[in-house]
């Protein structure tokens, strides 16, 4: 098996950062998305919602994808001050939205929310990456697995065709700490959550404090199908680095 040979997802989770300026950084970005470096392989980006548009437009003549990082589940128009729906992330350009990362979750996301923003996503025609993870406490408590298989059946209940679900694996306890789980754990984890699928397994990211030096131990973990790199894709140079990493 030759990691260089497998198409491969980066994608970049900007959080609440990022602003006009940001968009010069992009351009080492659009340079290497044409080399041959990542013929293999799709760059994601997911920025704030005010950046979404501009993105779009700097990466019209180029392969790198755009999307949203959260979206409200109404498919109308209506009054949710503050809110964003799919068929808007959709109108300006975005292809996929970030649908329960656990810092939505901490603050009041439950599963069954997260399953109507998942089909709301797919029927405004917006690929889903769904975020799903287990806590510190759950990990301790040896209820990783119930816990995803939980969020699993609850996040995608009712959804039958699952081909443009993406899954990224977040421990949250990984998230922005610096840790990342065992090897073996995280290739078991990655079998068990595609052992929830009958048919058409779903690609798997991970996603937890991937950085430059990490990426040479994550790219041998091969049933991984790409990485959702939060702080380490705010800077171009890191981002490309771990792209170039995993194919050498
Ligand atoms: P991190 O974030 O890479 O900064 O840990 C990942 C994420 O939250 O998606």
Redo the contacts with the bound molecule.
């Keep these: 098996f030759i990691m260089t040979n497998k198409y491969m997802y980066f994608v970049a ?1 900007w ?1 609440m950062y990022g602003a006009l300026s940001s968009l010069n950084t992009l351009n080492k970005v659009i340079k290497f998305s044409k080399s041959k470096d990542i013929n293999k392989g799709r760059l994601i980006y997911c920025p704030p919602y005010t950046l979404i548009s501009s993105f779009s437009k700097k990466f019209k003549n180029c392969q790198i994808g755009i999307g949203g990082q959260n979206c409200h589940e109404g498919e109308n128009y209506g009054p949710y001050t503050g809110s964003v729906n799919a068929h808007m992330l959709k109108n300006i350009g975005a292809q996929f939205v ?1 649908i329960g ?3 939505n979750r901490e603050r009041g996301e439950n599963d069954k929310l997260i399953n109507l923003k998942i089909k709301s996503a797919l029927r405004a025609k917006l690929k889903v990456i769904f ?1 799903i993870g287990e806590t510190l406490n759950q990990k301790k408590q040896k209820k990783t697995r119930s816990i995803l298989s939980k969020q699993i059946k609850v996040g995608l209940n009712n959804i039958k065709n699952k081909s443009n679900i993406f899954i ?1 694996y ?1 421990p949250v306890w ?4 610096g840790f990342i789980p065992k090897s073996e754990d995280l290739f078991t984890t990655v079998q068990y959550i595609k052992s929830k699928f009958k048919v058409n397994f779903p690609k798997v990211l991970y ?5 430059t030096q990490n990426i040479t131990s994550l790219k041998e973990i091969n049933n991984l199908d790409g990485f ?6 705010q800077n171009a140079k890191k981002f490309i680095d771990i792209v170039k990493k995993t194919y050498t």
């Design positions: 989770n959080k970030i990362h656990s810092e975020c990224a977040e990984a998230i922005g700490s996603g937890g404090s991937v950085n959702l790199i939060g702080g380490a894709s």
